[in-house]
């Protein structure tokens, strides 16, 4: 799991990755849009049991001041989508800007991330498979080499019974 804090209405909001997909908490949501964080919760709360929300609202627990387990959750880009449409007036439209551009650039981040690690993996198979051709080429020129002794002792068999048959001629 990574994170990267990103500044939003002046309060520093952190990204999550887990497991190759991006999630906001919702403490820092509602932060960022000055709401209470107990409505964030009663409105996802509210929301019907359904898949969209088993997979977009991931259900936490943090310690509150008197450390005191609360629930929190966290939110893909997809749940938060959903909670902040109804979120209205010119701040909540700007900050609604702020989150998209920073969901886009963590997708980007993580997008470079799969295409580094893709590319390391080509890079490393290419190796072994150089390793497998370096491999293959010694085992025929060994065989070459085999074959040329071969060749070479079947020459010289020849030539010795080409010589014992003419000695035997001339005898």
């Given amino acids: 799991m990574s994170s990267a804090p990103k500044l939003i209405n002046k309060i520093e909001v952190s990204f ?19 709401k209470r964080h107990n409505n ?15 997979l977009n609202f991931k259900n936490k627990v943090y310690l509150d001041a008197q450390m ?12 938060f989508s959903l909670l902040v449409m109804g979120f209205t007036g010119q701040k909540a439209y ?5 989150f998209i551009k ?14 580094e690690n893709i590319k390391k993996l080509a890079y490393h198979q290419s190796l072994g498979y ?8 010694k085992k025929y020129e060994n065989e070459i080499k085999a074959l040329k002794y071969d060749m070479a002792k ?10 014992l048959s003419f000695e035997e001629i001339n005898i």
């Fill in 16 to 34: 999550k990755v887990i497991k190759n997909q991006i999630f906001i908490n919702s403490l820092d949501l509602a932060k960022v849009f000055n």
């Fill in 154 to 163: 079947k020459q010289d068999m020849r030539d010795n019974l080409k010589r």
């Fill in 130 to 137: 150089k390793s497998q051709l370096e491999q293959q080429k």
């Fill in 68 to 79: 005191k387990p609360r629930p929190c959750y966290n939110l893909t880009r997809d749940g």
């Fill in 102 to 115: 920073a969901f886009n650039e963590m997708e980007k981040r993580l997008k470079n991330i799969e295409q």
């Fill in 94 to 98: 700007k900050w609604k800007i702020e």
């Fill in 40 to 54: 964030i919760i009663r409105t996802i709360k509210d929301l019907p049991q359904d898949e969209f929300k088993t």
